[in-house]
């Protein structure tokens, strides 16, 4: 019903910054809450920023102050720009919505 496409991913050093594209197409009516999810090597999955169609956004601590989700709304598309990066930021980036994912996008951070 919902696909999504997670792009922008790649390196930086610390400091960095870069910022994900997530493109949604299919039942997009169907889609209240949209987040970004990462997955670092033997970590859990875990949520980094959410957005809900009435624009109510929370962040997940270690990013506040650094990341911003955004979305345009003509473009399907759920942005996540990323400054200041750290080398914890490492992980592989996933958009979910409505029990979906896309396939994910790596971040690589140097130190």
């Known amino acids: 019903q919902v696909q999504l496409v997670e792009s922008g991913g790649g390196l930086a050093q610390a400091g960095g910054s870069l910022r994900l594209s997530c493109a949604v197409s299919?039942?997009?009516?169907?889609?209240?809450?949209i987040g970004w999810y990462r997955q670092a090597p033997g970590k859990q999955r875990e949520l980094v920023a959410l957005?809900?169609?009435?624009?109510?956004?929370n962040y997940v601590d270690s990013v506040k102050g650094r990341f911003t989700i955004s979305r345009d709304n003509a473009k399907n598309t759920v942005y996540l720009q990323m400054n200041s990066l750290k080398p914890e930021d490492t992980a592989v980036y996933y958009c979910?919505?409505?029990?979906?994912w896309g396939k994910g996008t790596q971040v690589t951070v140097s130190p």
């Open positions: 979910g919505a409505v029990g979906n």
């Open positions: 299919g039942n997009t009516f169907s889609i209240n809450v």
């Open positions: 957005i809900s169609r009435g624009g109510i956004i």
